[in-house]
């Protein structure tokens, strides 16, 4: 079980590494880079100098699309190539509403981090208060 501390659940973090979006979507980074591979005008992760990949909030939102694509829909890789690169509205607003799901996603897991920030102080304050 991931705990709700991990950075790929860090909504103040603006980059994430390939490992902590695999993490975060469920993927393996090996597929990660195959989708990069496979989608080259969609998913265009930025590259640090020693190469390594760094996603923002847009690619990870490319990210959560192609596995909606994949997964969800159950399109191939090509069926999927070809609805990313088509301009169809419903594309767009799909993106849209995934993008405000995982604006949704990010501040749900702040507060229950606040909450679980919370109880442990709690439960701090009660073994200090009634001893052990």
Known sequence: MRKLSDPALNPEKKYLS???VAE??????EVLRKWEKDFPKVLK???TKGESRLYDKKQQEKVA???HLLREEGLSIEGAKKKLLTKQ???EVQQEV?????????KLMSIVNEFEELENSRSQNNIYKYGR
């Open 45 to 47: 992760p930025m590259r």
């Open 98 to 106: 995934i993008s405000k799901l995982m604006d949704i996603r990010e």
């Open 18 to 20: 390939i490992g902590e």
């Open 24 to 29: 975060k979507f469920g993927v393996s980074i």
């Open 65 to 67: 699309l192609i596995l």
């Open 89 to 91: 509205s419903d594309l």
